[in-house]
Structures are given as structure tokens and as C-alpha cells.
């Protein structure tokens, strides 16, 4: 057995899948809702025309798949301590496939919203019960180590769906990105019923649905939990804007075409990768906690250098794109650091504890994602503001957690 395993694997064929193999099933299963939410960015123009929608509409293609993820995280992780990862998966990855369809074939934009929702609700059950999987299986190095991993793809989607998006757009029109989606989904499926066997622990405790909410009011009152928690909400809510109002921005204002905006796009968000980097060499010296401090500094300075530079320069990409990319480097470092501290005293209900700790971060971008929709104006001053409120909110968050630790190591000392 490989030594980073734990020793609760299940017997029988599937128990000998290997951990390059977890590493391509967990990155395909966590990065595909993630990938979708910027897959069709390039085609929104396309799709306002085709559909006769407006721009008000089609932000909500992307405001209510914010909701839709938030619900499926707060649903899927009781679900999956109930009745265990497998199942819980296989059923939203088969939402997911449909709902793609149902989006590759919408005549009007209430049914493409109201399918972005169904394709939220299924296959974001992903991104909660495959990092749960990691804590099932993996022990707490390795888990850093497989985090890691989780978020480069989650780094590496934005940057690509995008560009693969616009290409598939040019070359065959805006439905079949989702089509590529849905077939993305059906492999996903195929792999999990076949390869995947079930992680959660033989001997855990079985909680019954009615002591849901007895789970989430303790968590809720963690201090712990809550720290982590509300920083990863307030880290997305950093960098959400730029991805909810770069397609008007980038090729309306500053007049880019689809796949010019689609590279640019990559471009500015390729710097999370770099963070998730930074992130993996340098938890096993410093810890979660001085990275997540580190970050908020970061991002303090990208957000105040974005202020300035498009105060000064409003239409142009650089003033834009520059201090994004040190705002996505923070994000890259802040979010597999909350990921790998806020699930390690929870193993008894770890799908419960993912699922609230997604769902609050989710449930805040959804509120920003709203907010700079009904403040776009077509300037990136909505977008400006919003960066930098949620940079301040990390930072002063973070400051006060850390002195309130502080405070209770002094008192019991």
C-alpha cells in the first residue's frame, strides 16, 4: 500500500486504483464545475444575439450558477455522510450531464438560466465530495500535497476554458461548448462507476438527515471553522468581479475579440497557478496560517494599484490585467491554504463541514456577483470597488482572527 494512503480503504477491485489515477479523477470531477463557469464567457455576445437577451439576462446565466453551486454544497456534503461519496457523485455528475444539454439546446435565455442552475446543483457535488475524498484517503502531508494539485487545476481552468471555448465557438458556434461539457460529464461518470470506489470510512458514525442542522448551528458557532470560512469567501469575493464583468469589459470597452479575450483572460489568471505553487513549496515551512496573512497583503497591494492604474488609464488592458495578476497571485495561495486547515478536526462529519464551509463561500460571491451586476455600468468602476472592499474585508478579517488568537494564547498561558 502507498505509504501516504490511509488504512481505511475499502477492499475489492476497485481499492487498487493509484494515486496518479485519484489525481486525474479528483482534478477532472473538482475542476469541471469551475471550468464551466468560464467556458462560455467568449460566446456571451453570440448568445445575447441568438437568444435576444440582455446583458442583465445573461449575468444571471452567472449569478444564479453562483446560487445553484452554493445550494449544491450545502446539500451534497450531509448527503454524502449520509449515503457516502459514490452515490452522491454518479447522481450529480448525471444532473450536470443533462442540465449541459438542455443549455446546448436552450431556445431562450429563462431556459438557459434556469439550466446554468441545474448544472450548478449537479455537478458542483464535485468540488464538495472530492475534497472530502482527499481527507478519506489520503493522510495529512499527502493531503497538502493533493490540494495542491486540486488547485492548479483550479487554477489552470479559468485559463483555459476560456481560450478552448472561444475556439470552439469560432469553429462550430456557442452550443457545442456545451456539448463538450456534457461529454466531459459522461467521462467523468464513466470513470467514477468504474474506478471509484466508495472512501468514507466503514466504521463513521451514519448522521441522520434531521441532525443536519444540529451540525451546521455547531460549525457556524466554530470560531475556527468560521475563520477559514469567511477568508476564502471574502479571497473569491477579491477576483469574482474581474471574472463576472471581463467579457463586457475586455471586449466592449476595450474592443478585444472573443478569442483576444479569452488569452488575455487566461494570461491574468495563469498568475493563481503561480500562487498554488508558492503555496505547496512553502506550507511545509511556514504553515497555513502565515500564508493566509501573506496573501491578504498581496492582495491589499493588487487592489490599491488597481484603483490608481485605472483611475488614471480606464480603458486600458494593462491598467486592468496588471494588478489583477497580484490579486490572483493572493488567491492562488489563500484558498488551498483555507482548504487544508478548516477540514482537518472535522473527520467525523467532513462532508457536512466541506459543504457549509463552500456554501458560505459561494452563498458571498453569489451577493457580489449580484451587487456588480446591478452596478455595471459599462466603466470597470464597479468592478474596481468591489475588488477592493473585499480586499479590505480579507485583510481586516484576517488581522482581527489573528489577534484574537493571539489574545486567547496569552490568556491561557
Known sequence: ???TEKQTRPAGRRAALAPWAWSVVLLLVVCLPRATIDAYLPSLPAMAAELGASDA?????????MVGYALSMLVCGPLADRYGRRP???GGLALYLLASLVCAMAPSAP?????????????????????????????????AGMLSRLSMGMALSPVLAPLLGSLIDAALGWRWVFIVLAGLAAGALLLIATLVPETAPRDAARVSLGEVGRIYAGLLRDAYFLRYALAISFVYCTYFPFIAESSVL???????SPHAYALSFGLTV??????????????????????????AAISLCGSLLLLLATSRHPQALLALAGPMVLIMLSVGIAIPACQLAVLQPYAANAGSASGL??????????????AVGRLSDGTVRPMVWMT????????????????????RRRLAS
Open 250 to 256: 475586455l471586449q466592449r470597452l476595450m474592443h478585444l
Open 88 to 90: 452522491i457523485l454518479l
Open 357 to 370: 464551509f463552500f456554501f458560505i463561500q459561494m452563498a458571498i460571491t453569489a451577493l457580489c456577483s449580484f
Open 57 to 65: 439576462q445573461l449575468q444571471l446565466t452567472l449569478t444564479l450558477y
Open 1 to 3: 500500500m502507498h505509504q
Open 270 to 295: 495563469s498568475a493563481y497557478l503561480l500562487g498554488s505553487q508558492v503555496f505547496r513549496r512553502m506550507v511545509p515551512r511556514h504553515g497555513s496560517d502565515a500564508l493566509i496573512g501573506c496573501s
Open 388 to 407: 477592493l472592499l473585499a480586499s479590505a474585508a480579507f485583510g481586516v478579517w484576517w488581522l482581527a482572527c489573528r489577534r484574537g488568537l493571539g489574545a
Open 111 to 143: 431556459v438557459m438560466i434556469a439550466a446554468r442552475m441545474l448544472q450548478a446543483l449537479g455537478g458542483c457535488s464535485g468540488t464538495v465530495i472530492g475534497r472530502v475524498m482527499v481527507r478519506d484517503r489520503f493522510g495529512a502531508r499527502a493531503q
